[in-house]
Structures are given as structure tokens and as C-alpha cells.
Nanobody
Framework: QLQLVESGGGLVQPGGSLKLSCAVT????????MAWFRRAPGKEREGVSC????????NYLESVRDRFKIRRNNANNTVYLQMNSLKTDDTAVYYC?????????????????????WGQGTQVTVSS
């Protein structure tokens, strides 16, 4: 089981940017993808973006495709989510997650059922 620790959340004005980081402890050899999810107040958890650990090929929720960018650094076992042009609707707790090879898909899926390792989350608040 991996340990995932998110950081980088905070308060930002609409139109601003934040960069989230997910530090991964443990071997990722049993996992094929990393992802970011979010849960807004009163809403279901939602997949935001995922990335293949080996190829770096990403997938995005349509509403963030032109504003967010996911990338991974396999050398330091960190996954990032660069969020630009933030909107109030992006306010949520953001979670990092890892998907095992048994859930492999091309492109990677951003559905919760495919992921079995989760971080504790980091709060992102977009407000003026």
C-alpha cells in the first residue's frame, strides 16, 4: 500500500492559480496510474484528472481540460496538478489516488472504483 500526501491547497481568488502536489511513499511498481479527485461540499466525489505512471499520458474531466494540467515526476515520486483560471465551482477537497495494474485502462480512468490508495486531501477554496 502506498502512502500519499497532498499539499499546495489554499485560498485563491477566481481566475487565480494553484499547484497541488502529491508525494508518494512506497513502490509504485504495482500501480499503473495516479489521479486527482475532488469532493465539493454537498456533492459526490468527482474524478478530475489521471496520468499513466509509465507513459505520462493524461486524461481529464471535461470541465477542467483547458485549465488544469497533471504531470508526474517519477524520479521524486511526486504527482502535480497545476490549476489555472480557477472558478468558485472548483472549491473542494482535492485527493490524490493510485490505481493498481488490475484496473489498467488506456487512457487511464478517473472513476473512484479503479483506485485503491488514497491521500487525506487538501482544501482548495476559490473565493473573492
Amino acid at each position: 500500500q502506498l502512502q500519499l500526501v497532498e499539499s499546495g491547497g489554499g485560498l485563491v481568488q477566481p481566475g487565480g492559480s494553484l499547484k497541488l502536489s502529491c508525494a508518494v511513499t512506497g513502490s509504485t511498481s504495482g500501480y499503473y496510474a495516479m489521479a486527482w479527485f475532488r469532493r465539493a461540499p454537498g456533492k459526490e466525489r468527482e474524478g478530475v484528472s489521471c496520468i499513466s505512471i509509465s507513459s505520462g499520458f493524461p486524461n481529464y474531466l471535461e470541465s477542467v481540460r483547458d485549465r488544469f494540467k497533471i504531470r508526474r515526476n517519477n524520479a521524486n515520486n511526486t504527482v502535480y496538478l497545476q490549476m489555472n483560471s480557477l472558478k468558485t465551482d472548483d472549491t473542494a477537497v482535492y485527493y490524490c489516488a493510485a490505481a493498481p495494474w488490475s484496473s489498467m485502462s488506456v487512457p487511464c480512468k478517473i472513476d473512484s472504483d479503479s483506485y485503491n490508495s488514497w491521500g487525506q486531501g487538501t482544501q482548495v477554496t476559490v473565493s473573492s
